[in-house]
């Protein structure tokens, strides 16, 4: 794609985000990249993705005192800074101490101000409008710590009730800092009096006694390790965290041979474990020097730390594990041990083509080769791997390498531009008169094809008439805030939506005059109509035609679209395809953007249709 402007990439990226989302609500992003904007739909309170927000340990054992979490903020959520918010803003959602939701981006309407939830408001919350859970009228995602459930029912308050809520239903709290005094033995909550598993606060239960040390109850419950000698290598076959000796086998504290534990889970890692104490993280989401004592696997999500002793995957320092057995070689001390891999050369394989290290036949049309030198794929070229083990055969006589035109029933290139031989691009010519009824050659499309088989979606656009240019509204005194706060109210569900059309066919009663100056803007933001001509008063006359050429070919290019869905489809494709050189132009746009023109910014405000036309009509419309 070619580089587009921030501004611009704002509206047009906007654009094709409505279209696919079926929705009116913008991300709350920054001015980024086109794909930024193509949110998937979150319209029916589908669950959203965050992460538990696991507290920060510091090097002493405690729980670190200026982390947030739901101690630290029990009304607010945590920014990916770790700093308390109020938990009430549309892009900065959440209480109890979560990580704070951006609503917008993960495709929701609000931030609901008292439950401190995303959500969507719809006309009736039930299981065919919501797949979340409902409060009243309000489709909530259904994992938040007191909105919570699935399947369009009433959210359940887990919170409220010492519950959490896991996989859309509340569930017994895992062991930790909130649901524990005592201390964690894996997934069970003791009491950390104990010599062998001691702490309090929910913290990893420590080993008092294998550091020399004992447990000394505490008044609030739990206890703490007195007594110690430092943790090290020499007494500690788990982790040290400060001076206590862990298991090592814990997500929260993970680590081997008295090296200092690691809170896999911060960072959405597992602790592997490696014998009955000490353990490896493995982080999908990282995977390094710093974190690593094994080796990194790579997967589809990234590096995952294994410990690096397996023959199948060995390494050590964070370094990429390497596959031993490949050269039937053994693992020893995070190396591979053994025989060299196998190197398929001409000296080793002089009768045959190279597959990598494999050593092939050289006969087959698919792997064609000898004399050790890579394989071919002779049917790429549609040729045949012949007796000498080379490529061999003549090349069709008509296909879209060697013919603009079409290509006959004899397999001989055409112009392609008559009635009884139409077709581009090497493709087999059509006898338009032969079709029921019969049609002829449209010359003036890209590809050609017959006229009457022009049901294409996205469909060829000749050209843009040099004519078009946006209308520039004109300034008008019709409408009351009245009327505006209605206008806002009604459409904020979109253009067509029933209660927008509802508001326009009461207005074009009660106020015709309103109705009127409002109704060039009454259009969806993937239709391109309102918002290019909004900003037509702020852009010169050649911007204005390359505007109106977008809408143009977008209209046109997506007329014959049998339904909805294919609509929303090629309204998202064209801007790159059929309409792409006035898509390209149209960046002038970000001109109307700046200074007295800023209201026409879809992305002012809340970003929802109703507050954006709201927003217009004060500038062309208010009385």
């Not at 947030?68 to 959520?77: R, S």
């Amino acid at each position: 794609m070619p580089y587009r402007s921030p501004l611009f990439r704002i509206v047009f990226a906007l654009i094709v985000g409505w279209a696919l989302l079926g929705l009116t609500s913008l991300t709350a992003c920054g001015r980024s990249d086109l794909d930024d904007y193509l949110l998937p739909d979150a319209g029916d309170g589908g669950p959203d993705a965050r992460d538990s927000g696991a507290d920060v340990v510091d090097g002493e054992g405690g729980p670190d005192v200026l982390a947030c979490n739901q101690t630290t903020c029990p009304t607010g959520c945590c920014t990916t800074g770790g700093q308390c918010a109020t938990g009430a803003s549309l892009t900065a959602c959440g209480t109890l101490g979560e990580t704070c939701q951006d609503c917008k981006s993960e495709g929701f309407q609000l931030c609901d101000p008292t439950r401190r939830a995303c959500g969507n408001p719809v006309a009736t919350c039930d299981p065919a409008t919501c797949s979340g859970c409902c409060e009243g009228n309000e489709c909530f995602a259904g994992s938040d710590p007191n909105e919570c459930g699935k399947g369009g029912e009433t959210c359940l308050h887990c919170e409220s009730n010492n519950l959490a809520c896991v996989g859309n239903a509340c569930v017994t709290p895992a062991c930790g800092p909130g649901s524990c005094s005592g201390c964690c033995f894996g997934e069970q909550c003791v009491s950390g009096t104990d010599q062998s598993a001691c702490g309090d606060d929910g913290q990893v239960c420590g080993n008092c006694l294998a550091t020399g040390g004992t447990c000394a109850p505490q008044s609030g419950g739990g206890g703490v390790c007195q007594g110690q000698t430092a943790c090290n290598p020499g007494n500690c076959q788990g982790c040290c965290q400060g001076t206590s000796c862990l298991t090592g086998n814990d997500p929260q504290a993970c680590g081997i041979g008295g090296t200092v534990c690691t809170n896999c889970a911060q960072t959405g890692g597992q602790c592997i474990p490696e014998g009955p104490t000490g353990g490896f993280c493995s982080n999908p989401q990282s995977c390094d020097a710093t974190n690593c004592t094994g080796c990194c696997e790579q997967t589809p999500q990234g590096g995952s730390c294994v410990p690096g002793t397996d023959p199948t995957a060995c390494g050590a320092g964070g370094n990429t594990c390497e596959d031993c057995t490949a050269f039937n070689g053994t693992c020893g001390g995070g190396q591979c041990i053994g025989p060299p891999p196998p190197v398929c050369d001409p000296s080793t394989c002089p009768t045959g083509c190279c597959d990598g290290t494999n050593c092939l036949p050289g006969n087959l049309d698919t792997f064609c080769g000898t004399g050790g030198v890579a394989c071919v794929d002779c049917e790429t070229s549609k040729k045949t791997c012949s007796t000498g083990q080379t490529c061999a055969g003549a090349p069709p006589t008509c296909d879209a390498t060697n013919c603009q035109g079409c290509c006959d029933q004899s397999n001989t290139c055409q112009a392609g531009f008559i009635d009884t031989q139409c077709g581009q691009a090497g493709a087999s010519c059509e006898d338009c008169t032969q079709i029921v009824p019969a049609s002829t050659c449209d010359v003036d499309v890209s590809p050609r094809t017959c006229q009457s088989q022009q049901v294409q979606c996205p469909a060829p656009y000749p050209s843009c008439p040099g004519s078009l240019e946006t209308p520039s509204p004109t300034q008008q005194n019709v409408c009351s805030a009245s009327d505006l706060q209605n206008a806002a109210a009604a459409c904020e569900g979109g253009a067509h939506s029933d209660a927008c059309n509802s508001f326009f066919s009461f207005e074009k009663t009660s106020n015709p005059s309103c109705a009127a100056c409002l109704t060039p803007f009454d259009y969806d933001f993937s239709e391109l109509t309102g918002l290019t001509t909004c900003a037509a008063p702020f852009v010169d006359a050649s911007c204005n035609h390359t505007t109106a050429c977008l809408v143009d070919c977008t209209d046109k290019s997506c007329a014959q679209c049998v339904d909805s869905g294919a609509l929303q489809d090629c309204q998202a494709a064209v801007p790159n395809s059929v309409c792409a050189v006035y898509y390209a132009g149209a960046q002038c746009i970000e001109n109307a953007f700046v200074g007295p023109g800023s209201f026409c910014d879809p992305n002012q405000g809340s970003g929802l249709f109703g507050d954006w036309l709201q927003q217009v009509g004060q500038n062309y419309c208010e009385q």
